[in-house]
């Protein structure tokens, strides 16, 4: 490939906190439950990476079909590979998608197709470098590049966005139906490969109280003969 960005390449990373981060200087959006990926074309050549920076190519050819069919044929992309299913995410059915046989993810692309998600773009149509810009700008560019995504049969999408902190707590309240948690990026800041510093996710934790009660019939018996769980 002839990219200003070679796979692999390490993605920017988040920093988990316990709090949304509320500014200016802050964009917001949803964190789908899914895989990271980038996304390489170079003409004919296109190449999925996951986080960890190993090739996904093969394991969703629906994805890869639907790049191939993007008028523009240099670019790089960050976003989340997710699977559909009874219009929810689900991730047991993605995870079912890295499978050894090859006949295997060919059924299982016809019956449970994945779609890409976009949060960034690191190299635009016209082939620029663009990890050196600030995110405000990054997304301006991505948005433009998602307009070629409108013959793809719903295949890739651009994920939103939004600088109010009321609609991130909105969809904070949407965990566990489709998100993951929230993830706050710094506008002002580059796109840092392998650094956590600029971007920062949340997660929902759930909690609850418990008392658990048992016997054993002898004082120094290993066994415990009941269990009761009290919520």
């Known amino acids: 490939m002839s990219l200003p960005v070679q796979p692999p390449f390490a993605p ?3 920093l988990l906190v316990d709090e949304i981060p509320e500014g200016d200087v802050w964009q ?8 990271r990926c980038l996304v390489f074309r170079d003409g004919k050549k296109t190449q ?9 190519t093969r394991y969703f050819p629906e994805l890869v079909e639907a790049f191939l069919k993007l ?12 699977v559909p299913v009874d219009q929810h995410l689900s991730f047991d059915d ?8 090859e006949s295997r993810v060919r059924k299982l692309a016809s019956q449970t197709p994945a779609l890409f998600i976009a949060f960034d773009l ?24 998602s307009r070629h995504f409108a013959g793809t049969s719903g295949r890739l999408r651009l994920s939103p966005s939004t600088n109010k902190l009321s609609s ?39 909690t609850a109280d418990c008392v658990i009660g048992g016997f054993r019939y002898a004082a120094k018996a290993r066994v415990i003969c009941s269990l009761l769980l009290g919520l």
């Open 12 to 14: 920017m990373d988040a």
């Open 28 to 35: 917001y959006e949803p964190k789908w439950d899914g895989f």
């Open 48 to 56: 999925l990476q996951s986080k960890s920076g190993q090739s996904l």
């Open 71 to 82: 008028e523009t044929d240099r670019f790089v992309l960050d976003g989340e590979i997710a």
């Open 94 to 101: 993605l995870l079912q998608r890295i499978h050894p046989a």
């Open 122 to 145: 690191l190299v635009d149509a016209q082939g620029r470098d663009l990890l050196n810009r600030p995110l405000s700008e990054r997304r301006k560019a991505l948005e433009r590049f």
């Open 168 to 206: 991130a707590k909105k969809w904070f309240g949407r965990v566990g139906n489709d998100l993951d948690g929230i993830v706050a990026k710094r506008i002002d800041v580059s796109y840092r490969s392998g650094d956590r510093t600029g971007m920062q996710k949340i997660k929902l934790t759930r």
